[in-house]
């Protein structure tokens, strides 16, 4: 199963995935906790470009994220659905729609397209939308990368993008109130995903 966690910025995807992966020890549930971008070393190096460079052109920007994406899942999600493991993939193709369509403005039929020949077509079982109001996940954040840096107009087109997204295809998107404390988003995310595995 291809569980994918998305939000705003600050809003626990990387606290709560750490949180799972404790219960799903304890279940004797294997699985592989990822993310994008930053998997693997071709992911580190293009991470490293995204989050630390500066004065990114937009749309090498789009194309550094697919690139990452088609590595991640060809090299590392892919084997791992195939093991039969579970995948916590903190961020995924949602990202960009949302992102570089929704939030930065490019067409987003376009990404969805490119997303859709980044990832060979594969596509998440179960989307958890960690939702909080933009400045509650900013004010979360200690050190801030180069787009946590990006106006807070910015972030909150991200938080209603996802909201956008999330409803378009409600089979798919849990959406979570990621406001609350760590222990409780965890367990409503574990809920849905316990719902999801037929436990
Ligand atoms: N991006 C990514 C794109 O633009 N396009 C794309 O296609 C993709 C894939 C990734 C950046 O790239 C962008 C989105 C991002 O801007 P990142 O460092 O991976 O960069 O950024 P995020 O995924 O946003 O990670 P963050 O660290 O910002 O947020 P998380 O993982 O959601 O939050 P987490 O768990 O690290 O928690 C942040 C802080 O809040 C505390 C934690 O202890 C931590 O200090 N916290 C809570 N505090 C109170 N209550 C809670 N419920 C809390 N949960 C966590």
Redesign the pocket.
């Known amino acids: 199963m291809f569980v994918t966690f998305e ?10 995935i750490r949180n799972l992966s404790e219960r799903l020890d304890a279940q004797g549930v294997r699985h592989l906790c990822t ?4 998997a693997g070393t071709f992911g580190k190096a293009v991470r490293s470009l ?2 630390e460079g500066e004065g990114i052109e937009p749309r090498a ?1 789009v194309f550094l ?1 697919l690139a990452d ?1 088609s590595e991640h899942i060809s090299h590392i999600v892919r084997p791992a659905l195939d093991r039969g493991e579970v995948v916590l993939c ?4 949602d ?2 729609v949302v ?2 369509g929704h939030a930065r403005g490019f067409d987003v039929e376009l990404l969805r397209q490119w997303n859709q020949f980044a990832t060979g077509g594969l596509r998440p079982d179960l989307t958890l939308l ?1 939702d909080l109001p933009a400045e509650i ?1 900013l004010a ?3 050190n801030k ?1 180069r ?2 840096a990006e106006p807070l107009e910015f972030h909150q087109r991200v938080r209603q993008g996802f909201l956008k997204e999330a409803g378009l295809e409600p089979d798919r998107w849990r959406t979570v109130d ?5 222990e409780e ?1 965890a367990e409503a995310c574990w809920q849905a995903i316990s719902h999801s595995m037929g436990r």
């Open positions: 939000g705003p910025e600050g809003a626990g995807k990387s606290s709560v993310r994008e971008p930053g995204l989050l920007e994220f994406r903190d961020r995924h193709a990202s960009t992102y570089q960690l996940g979360r954040l200690t990368d787009l946590d990621a406001s609350r404390p760590l988003v």
